[in-house]
């Protein structure tokens, strides 16, 4: 499965972005699409989750309210509405997925599949 991850950009605080990310080269078998950011010398984070058959969602604390995950089944595409953007949502975004079923939807070991990153800057 290859992951392609867009949308990134600059945008001022306050302000809004979509993410999206397609999975394509085989049959999507995640359980979850996961959402993931990694800031300058930080360890990379769980931002959001959405599990693939069922469509519930799961955020970061830190994101909840401001972020709102959906997908596109038949597209194969999830997609990672951010409003209110803050400054401290500045970080590359990384969407992930599984090989087989896991329940383990926000822990970066557990992902077996990355995309290549999209860069989110909010600006003051």
């Known amino acids: 499965v290859q992951l392609q991850a867009s949308g990134g950009g600059l945008v001022q605080a306050g302000g809004s972005l979509r993410l999206s990310c397609t999975a394509s080269?085989?049959?999507?078998?995640?359980?979850?699409m996961g959402w993931f950011r990694q800031a300058p010398g930080r360890e990379r984070e769980f931002v959001a989750a959405?599990?693939?058959?069922?469509?519930?969602?799961y955020y970061a604390d830190s994101v909840m309210g401001r972020f709102t995950l959906s997908r596109d089944i038949a597209k194969t595409t999830g997609y990672l509405q951010m409003n209110d953007l803050k400054l401290e949502d500045t970080a590359v975004y990384y969407c992930?997925?599984?090989?087989?079923?896991?329940?383990?939807?926000?822990?970066?070991?557990?992902?077996?599949?990355w995309g290549q990153g999209t860069q989110v800057t909010v600006s003051s």
């Open positions: 080269g085989s049959t999507f078998r995640s359980s979850y």
């Open positions: 959405i599990a693939w058959s069922g469509g519930s969602t």
């Open positions: 992930a997925a599984h090989r087989w079923a896991n329940s383990w939807y926000d822990r970066v070991h557990e992902y077996d599949y």
